[in-house]
């Protein structure tokens, strides 16, 4: 199982966290402090694997950005490797050729991204479609909402107009 | 004036275009972004949490305005800071009709609250509400908070609904009402241990996603107990056989394999199923050759499968055709360049020589480079391989190695374990007592805060007893051997509480035994102690009872006791002490300094530490003065369990139980007209598919698999028979080509049989390598004498037949007479001296630099391999099962790639924008993923992602120059 999935830059900044497992605020600063010590220090060529405190950690680094899970000791660490890069090529696909600063920017969509890959720590859908399909969803039925939202603001620009207009 | 209009509406739009967040979201993220520090970016973010605090209390808060503040509490929360004020406005967003609104709180609480938190009884009825909601969005929004959020008390209140919903038409709802009771299985076993017959169920699913889904709870309920699955085996094979035949569609293949998160898990299973059970393994061996013979190991996801294989192989009844094949891909894992192979294959390497510990002995070098790396996690992972392979024969090589690499970390936790792998092996497959006391010392001098109390308790009662044999030469030899190293140790200037205890008990009992060193010097040494820097009162009372009992030795011999100044100051100091332990031995101490000797003998005789003390626990000296009570009118004692008032403790807890059941939570609402609480009773509250409700008698179940069992044979697998079994009917359709039968199976005998899957191929893989390796042995002079020293002395010693004795959690007294013949062994035993050991009783595989006696113990173990590939050709039933469902694969598999010509249509183009992670899909993919234009790193992409970012006023900091390259570029 995973017990949560993190985001970290390369300058130890976070940009994404989940948690699967019950931590209190506290130990996740701890947590996140202690790993970004581990995995930002690690070099190029090694595992992409740290054991801490009896789990797992897997990391993977794309351009600046870590994206680590961990896991329980008898899980399989290739695997977890290719749910991240699974979950990668997903953001990759919504966000069209993604970049940390889209995820910086909308890391609320990240997430909803993410809650329809994993849930409760396992990984619930391996199919790329099948996951596009669900946040398209989504997506629709949200822009119809903002669409009103944006009517609204739309009337409002008009009422700002004829104000500037009358004071003219 | 135009002008004027046309800029107030770009204002305005800007608020909610272009990245859909207000400009002082898209500031605050812009601030942190350039924060040069942590204390900075701690600032910025309390400025921001203390306004929102402020805003968010606001009355008539606009909507939208409140998603903004809600997701800035996100942000900040995110960035470990404390945003509990806002969680109430997150829960009161999930009340919204609004869709958007309604995920934004509930993604919001399941971030925000834990399961235990006081406001999820607030959620719940909004839950149970979305949970009936027409639109499958809400519905799939609450079943995700419902996977957070839903504690022990709360199932009841929403369990009935989730299993309404496996049955829902949507399949992402289906899939995550799986998901959400394997949730509720984790968190309460108890409370859906009637609704496993839907897990069953929903393995049939015709929608592969909900049947992956479905095999999380089923590798759960397995795990827990195997026993009552059994029945499945069949099926499990059958799917996994499917999905290796790449029956799922396919959106469900991840670079060129099929469906491999689902073979990963159905793997996973069947480990678990096939673990010491020679009939279920039987089913599995077909499909776990077939998997081995189509791996692929380009891609990382294919040696993910192939690891797994790998796994299930070891775990499952062993067949020796599968382990050539594991030790195979294995031994491919550890020639790798990569760290990530190496590191699988050193675990699977763990794996196999559980099995046959011969394994090993191939891949000699490649484990010391590993053990030799500077990957710590690397290293950490073949030590963990030296442990599982540990024998007596190497046991100090390993041992002095783990000691050597546990003084130089840090990492406390990993210490801990690494200590006490140690001693567990020191304990148990110690050459002599010699070397088991210096080990011992050097892990609690390194390590002695972080070992079992235990350990110390085991060395002390070790070297009190000696080892239960009787040369008592040898004994004292042993002690006065462990005081001399003691006293050195001593002159450390840091040494573990633990660790001192131990010293101090045994200077106390054997510190002056022989003679060497006297009374006085001793009880200084102990004085010393208690002045050392971490010194605590435990050992401050070792050092005192120590030296109460030199003295009185001292006294008992009719010597004359001189007291130390030093000493004098101890016992004024303790007899002062805040611990009135440590008070009662300083004034014991004193009042035993005048006693007479033979009182004193009396109360402490000479090493007696071993001796028993007789504990009369039915308290038979007091029977004279019981009877004499009863006798003068006394009433008889009346043992516990027959008094009256507490009749029967355990009635009295279910009753307590019953009792607090019945004051649980209600969930359901008032105005409902049902009369039984939904808890109670769940079949009855919601009465739409009861079918899926009620659950399915196991009576039914069992008669579906007798009728499987009554077919014809498993072997001959022809997947219509699977179907029939599996009662996969719906999933057979959609997954499979329509024009497939099963006829077409046997049809395909071609001349790919023998290419592919022929004995003879098998036959020349497996000594083909094996060649290499030799060749490769013969041209490697430059390994270095020392590692092919190491290289001997852990792996040389396997022919011991020696296997790891069971349990015993104490070093068992053996091996004394050896012990006797050198008393005088090396302090530390180095690698070549065991290795001296080792040579003479086991043939050395690498010892190339000697030519004579090697050269034909090169021969040998390979010879025994040959043995091994040896009975492979001869013809079984189970070869020949193996050999016809291979004949089926190579024709279904030009069916699937002749159905798709534009093969990797979605994926191809990922490929290349992802395409330096793999460089072998990149060549394959690069041809078909040239003509799409969907998307891909182009220069218009990132340029008006950059004026958007100018646009909110964005720009790449200094110290951040990657911040705007694509994340897979």
Redesign the interface.
Known sequence: MIHFVILISRQGKVRLTKWYSPYQQKERSTVIRELSGLILTRGPKLCNFVEWKGYKVVYRRYASLYFCMCIDPDDNELEVLEIIHHFVEILDRYFGSVCELDLIFNFHKAYYILDEILIAGELQESSKKAVARVIAAQKTSTNLAKDSLVENAKEETGSISNMISQAI | ?EQ??TI??E???G??GG???SKEF?DL?KS??EARSKAE?DRIILREVESLRRRIAEPDVPR?KMKDYI?RL??A????H?ASFGYIHAVKMTHHD???LK??GY?AV??FL???HDLIILIVNTIQKDLRSD?Y?VV?AAL?AV??LINEETIPAVLPQVVDLLAHPK??VR??AV??L??FY?RSPASVSHLVSNFRKRLCDSD??VM??TL?PLFDLISADGNSYKDLVISFVGILKQVAERRL?K??D??QMA????Q?KLL?ILALLGSGDKQASGHMYNVLGDIFRKSEQSS??G??VL??TI?CVSSIYPNAKLLEAAAEATSKFLKSDS??L???GVDALGRLIRINPDTAEEHQLAVIDCLED??D??K??TFELLYKMTKSTNVEVIVNRMIEYMINISDN??KT?IASRCVELAEQFAPTNEWFIQTMNKVFEHAGDLVNVRVAHNLMRLIAEGFGEDDEGAESQLRSSAVDSYLRILREPKLPSLFLQVICWVLGEYGTADGKYSAAYIIGKLCDVTEALLCDDTVKAYAISAIMKICAFEIAEGRKVEMLPECQSLIDELSTSHSTDLQQRAYELQAFLCLESQAVERVMPLDASCEDIEIDKNLTFLKDFVQQSIENGARPYIPESERSGMSNVSNFKSQYQHEASSHMLRFEAYELPRPSPAHVIPQVSVPTPIADLVPVPETTYNSKTSQASKLPSVTDASSAAHGLKLHLDGVQRRWGRPTYSSSSGPSSTTSTEKTTNGVTHIDGVSSQPRDKLNESRRQQPEVSAEKQKLAASLFGGSAGKTEKKATSTQRAPKGNTRNAERPGATRSVSPETSKEKAAPSVPDLLDLGEPNPTSTTIVDPFKQLEGLVGPTPVPSPLDNSVKTSGLETPDLMAAVYTDLPPSGS?SGS?GS??GD?YSADKTSNTATSAPSIK????PQ??LR?DAR?RQVG?TPTG??P????????
Not at chain 2, 259 to 262: D, E, L, M, Q
Not at chain 2, 962 to 969: A, C, Q
């Open positions: 004036m004027l209009k107030g509406r204002l305005a739009i608020s909610h990245w859909g967040q898209l993220v942190i972004g970016e939208r997701i996100v942000y929360e995110m960035l470990g404390d609004a869709l958007p995920r934004t993604l399941t971030l834990s399961e235990d639109n969005l799939c995700a996977c957070k399949e992402a899939k995550k998901m959400a394997h949730r984790q592969p996603g992956g889904a999380c569609p959106t469900y991840y670079h469906a491999p998160f689902i990963i996973k990382n996801i040696n993910a690891y797994e796994c760290h990530n190496k590191y699988m500077p990957d996690t690397l950490r992972k936790h990993y374990e979605s990922l924008t992802i992670m998307k891909g790193p182009f992409d990132s992602k970012a964005v110290n951040n990657n911040l705007f390259k694509d994340l897979l570029g």
